[in-house]
């Protein structure tokens, strides 16, 4: 350990005594316990998963609550001043798409109005998802803590510290969004309890899959790709995604390989586990009805739509550090650590059972 930490708990080099995770559950036991956590068709809607439109359609709706916070205004700068330059001073957001903005003098086209995640600033792309002209995105990384982004420290609402090429956003839009097409759906009766998690980056067609990871109910790691996106790259996203460009250079795998793939081994009793899985199933287009949400499992105490962070239950319920790096998220890392997050509910719930109940079968061997 070196000795210039002075937060132990908060350093990335500092293990902490890891709780002992309860991985000796036995598969049939496991599903058996784990059947009282199984989002409910109304919950799963009210977290905006998808749901398939109408039986055998490959068509799917999502319902997107408003943004859990208000955001703060989002303030005009000149961004004709040199400081915001594109790519002056830019992270991963310089995009990888060397596009080329429509020219004013262009006849007039339809364009549609987007809302920028980062920045909140509105910008228009055209039906096709070329920008119509270049306006650079100034934002704040962070999050919000104590009036304080955490990326520089300055007050809410001051001039963003991170500089990228082109706005971006999420694909979809509060409210009602759909028929959005292209979803798949489990028809074999394959079982067995998976743990999944996806990166995305941003293209014209907002948030589209990039990477995705599959944990198998002991740990072990089943799947794992990079994808292709099916629509120019404006930025990997690499921060927080951990996706390079080059990663999704050399990708060979389509979203319809991805989805053929973990059909495979995917069926209608099985039960996927994540963090926020509706992200993850909105960016594979998988309609799946049994799932395990550890945003449901542990919720914020100020309630839905708050949620808690997954990097935030690892330290407390785990006491183990993730997403610390400089290299971005790992689905691998994330994965496991949504099913530890699960098993340990389960051990915790077992536990407290055993106090009331002399003998409990549906844990073995803990
Ligand atoms: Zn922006
Ligand atoms: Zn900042």
């Not at 937060?7 to 990335?12: A, G, I, P, V």
């Not at 228009?124 to 002209?133: H, R, S, V």
Request: proline share 8%.
């Amino acid at each position: 350990m070196h000795n210039f930490c002075i937060n132990l708990q908060r350093c990335c080099f500092y293990v902490p005594p890891t709780p002992p995770t309860p991985t000796s559950i036995a598969n049939e036991d496991l599903k058996e316990a784990l059947k009282h956590h199984i989002l409910s068709p109304e919950r799963m809607w009210t977290l905006g998963y998808p749901v398939e439109l109408e039986p055998n359609s490959s068509k799917a709706v999502v319902y997107i609550n408003p943004p859990p916070r208000p955001r703060p205004l989002p303030t005009h700068w000149n961004v004709n001043a040199p400081e915001f330059v594109p790519g002056s001073q830019g992270d991963s957001g310089r995009g990888s798409w060397d596009t080329t903005p429509r020219s004013d003098s262009d006849e007039e086209v339809d364009t549609v109005e987007h809302t920028c995640v980062r920045c909140d600033r509105q910008f228009q792309m055209t039906a096709d998802g070329e920008f119509t002209k270049f306006d650079t995105c100034i934002y704040h990384w962070g999050r919000v803590s104590e009036s304080r982004y955490s990326c520089c420290k300055s007050l809410v609402g001051s001039k963003g510290c991170t500089v990228a090429r082109f706005h971006v956003w999420s694909g979809t839009r509060p409210g009602m969004n759909g028929p959005l097409e292209g979803y798949v759906r489990a028809r074999s009766r394959r079982g067995g309890v998976y743990a999944l998690d996806t990166e995305m980056c941003y293209t014209s067609a907002g948030l589209e899959l990039a990477s995705v990871a599959v944990i198998a109910a002991d740990g072990q790691l089943v799947y794992q790709e990079f994808v292709k996106p099916s629509s120019p790259v404006v930025d990997a996203n690499t921060r927080f995604s951990g996706i390079r460009p080059r990663d999704l250079a050399l990708a060979t795998k389509t979203l319809r390989d991805v989805q053929d793939d973990i059909l495979e081994f995917v069926g209608t009793d099985t039960i996927l586990i994540g963090h926020a899985l509706e992200n993850d199933l909105r960016a594979l287009k998988l309609l799946h009805s049994a799932v395990v949400d550890t945003c449901a499992m542990y919720p914020h105490p100020r309630s839905f739509p708050m949620r808690r962070s997954l990097r935030a239950l690892s330290e407390e319920v785990l006491g183990r550090m993730i997403q610390c790096g400089s290299a971005g998220h790992s689905p691998v890392e994330d994965a496991r650590t949504a099913l530890d997050l699960v098993l340990m509910k389960l051990y915790e719930e077992r536990a407290s059972r055993a106090i009331l109940q002399p003998y409990d079968p549906l844990i073995s061997g803990i």
